[in-house]
């Protein structure tokens, strides 16, 4: 009953996650062989961190980000293991537009290819 919320994609979501990602890989970095080793005995490499947020950027840069210089709502697949289609809300975001601009930071947003003036 009602939408496979599994195949629903929320940009601010993602927007929550690259955030997430880029405190572990901080963490990661700064703290030592103790934290990595927390890490590694829950099975998570700094390379799963880095896939996961290249990941999450490209889906952030390539399908939630748009010409107009703001973000979308986020997309849905609708059976697309039986060959059906990737959908785009292209509803515009701005709470998630400006959320990115506070969570991600206006030079991170930039090395993406987004620009957070515009």
């Known amino acids: 009953m009602g939408p496979k919320w599994e195949r629903i994609y929320c940009t601010e979501h993602n927007i ?6 880029s405190n572990m890989e901080y963490i990661w970095k700064k703290g030592g062989d103790e934290i990595r080793n ?3 005995a829950h099975g998570v490499s700094i390379r ?3 896939m996961q947020k290249s ?3 490209k889906w952030l840069t390539e399908k939630a980000f748009n010409k107009r210089g703001t ?3 986020g997309g ?17 975001a701005m709470d ?3 959320w990115s601009i506070c969570a991600i930071l206006p030079d991170e947003l930039y090395q993406m290819g987004i620009d957070p003036v515009k």
Do not use: P
């Open 16 to 21: 929550d996650y690259y955030v997430f990602l």
């Open 38 to 40: 927390v890490f590694k």
């Open 48 to 50: 799963d961190i880095h």
């Open 55 to 57: 990941g999450v950027t």
């Open 71 to 73: 973000f979308n709502r």
């Open 76 to 92: 849905h697949e609708l059976n697309l293991k039986l060959g059906g289609k990737y959908y785009i809300d292209e509803f515009e």
């Open 96 to 98: 998630t537009t400006s």
